[in-house]
């Protein structure tokens, strides 16, 4: 139950943060080239919102599965190889992790010692730019529950997106609705 809910909040929280980038450049391309006027605060708070929504993405897509990797030499190698080279990616991305939530530690801690807003927004910079420390350590944990995952058996590796496998069942579907017709 709890994890269905935590599911279903991370999903509510990037689709809102894609409606609500995608409705505020809507309006302010409608003011701008319409109206000859904007809005001063909708490009910062455009910016910001997509920063959020790409990190909450990433970690997001690592649950999933939806993320484009190069694979093909992970592929070929057997079984035992393949899982050691999954097992050292999640851990290389952890280290990356590590680095950029300790950076973004101290720099989220001088932000606010400093207690500077935004330039067009009454948002202190600390708050706005908290993501880069959230969005990693959610990433972090994704990478620990894969990790955890190929050492127990359930997963063979990264669960990556295949376009062309993709692409190529699309067209497929394609042609078998073209031959029902």
């Not at 997001?60 to 050691?84: C, E, M, N, Q, T």
């Amino acid at each position: 139950m709890l994890r269905t809910f935590i599911n279903k909040l991370e999903e509510g929280i990037i689709s809102l943060l894609l409606a609500s980038m995608t409705l505020l450049v809507f309006v302010e391309v409608v003011l701008r080239f319409g109206f000859n006027t904007g809005l001063l605060w909708a490009q910062e708070l455009t910016l910001h919102l997509s920063a959020w929504m790409v990190l909450f993405g990433a970690s997001y897509g690592i649950k999933v599965g939806s993320h484009i990797g190069v694979d093909a030499f992970v592929r070929i190698l057997p079984k035992k190889a393949a899982r050691a080279v999954s097992l050292a990616a999640c851990l290389l991305g952890l280290a990356y992790c590590g680095l950029f939530v300790k950076g973004s530690w101290v720099y989220l801690a001088k932000m606010y010692k400093i207690g500077i807003d935004l330039e067009d927004l009454p948002i202190p910079k600390w708050v706005a730019h908290s993501i880069l420390l959230i969005g990693f350590v959610l990433i972090a944990i994704r990478l620990v529950q894969l990790f955890i995952a190929i050492l127990q058996g359930r997963a063979e590796g990264f669960q990556l997106m295949d376009e062309a496998k993709e692409s190529m069942h699309l067209a497929n579907q394609g042609d078998e609705e073209e031959v029902a017709k």
